[in-house]
C-alpha cells in the first residue's frame, strides 16, 4: 500500500465499498476519541440542497464527482475529523492525494455478500438503482479493490464482525490505547 505523503493532521479518513459501515462506524469512531464525524455525501447534500441521488439523476456522475472533489479540497486544513468518504471518492488520483493530505486512510472492507445485503439496505444509491443491481455492484467492486488497496493506509477486515468491534479493530490498530478513549463519548449502541 502506497502513502504519497504525510498528513497534515492526525484525522482518519475511512474509504471503502457502499455498504462498508463508513457512516455509522465512523460516527462511533469520531464519538469514541473526542473527533467531530465529518461525511462527505453529507457536505454535498448540505452545500447543494439536493439529495446525492437527485444530483446523480439531475446533473450526472460526473458533475457529482466534481462536487465530491471540491469538498475533500475543502477539508485538507480541518482538523481532529473522521471522514467517511462516499464509496467511489478513491476513483480520481486527485482525491486519492487529497485524502491522503486529510489524515490517515483506513479502507473498511468486508465480503461481497456483506456489502451488498448492506449496500442494498435502502434506495439512496443510484449507483445500484438499476435492472441488474448485483452484476454492476460486482464489476465495480472488481475494478475498485485494486484502487482501495493502494489508497489505503491500512485495512480492516469487517467480515463477521459487529460495528462495535470493527470499532475495536480500528481504535487498536491505529494504537488509540482503551484508557486515552473518551469513555463517555463512546457509543455502545
Ligand atoms: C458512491 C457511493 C455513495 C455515494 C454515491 C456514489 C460510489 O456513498 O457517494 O452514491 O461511487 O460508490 P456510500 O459509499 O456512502 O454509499
Known amino acids: 500500500m502506497i502513502s504519497f505523503m504525510e498528513p497534515r493532521h492526525s484525522n ?8 462498508c459501515g463508513k457512516s455509522s462506524i465512523g ?3 469520531a464519538s469514541s476519541i ?10 454535498i447534500t448540505e452545500r447543494h440542497g439536493r439529495s446525492i441521488s437527485e444530483i446523480f439523476a439531475s446533473q450526472g456522475e460526473e458533475i457529482f464527482r466534481n462536487l465530491e472533489t471540491e469538498e475533500l479540497r475543502g477539508l485538507t486544513e480541518h482538523q481532529n475529523i473522521v471522514l467517511a468518504t462516499g464509496g467511489g471518492a478513491i476513483l480520481r ?6 485524502l491522503h493530505l486529510i489524515g490517515r486512510v483506513v479502507w473498511l472492507h468486508a465480503n461481497p455478500e456483506t456489502l451488498f445485503t448492506r449496500a442494498s439496505r435502502n434506495r439512496k444509491r443510484p449507483l445500484l438503482e438499476v435492472e441488474n443491481p448485483r452484476s454492476t455492484f460486482n464489476s465495480l467492486l472488481e475494478s475498485r479493490l485494486p484502487v482501495y488497496e493502494e489508497a489505503a493506509d491500512l485495512k480492516i477486515d469487517a467480515t463477521g464482525l459487529s460495528h462495535e468491534q470493527t470499532l475495536e479493530e480500528i481504535l487498536d490498530r491505529l494504537g ?4 486515552a478513549r473518551r469513555s463517555s463519548g463512546t457509543n455502545t449502541d
Open 12 to 19: 482518519i479518513v475511512l474509504i471503502g465499498f457502499m455498504g
Open 27 to 29: 460516527r462511533r469512531l
Open 34 to 43: 473526542g473527533y467531530t464525524f465529518t461525511d462527505s455525501d453529507d457536505l
Open 93 to 98: 488520483k486527485e482525491n486519492r492525494e487529497l
Open 176 to 179: 488509540f490505547r482503551s484508557d
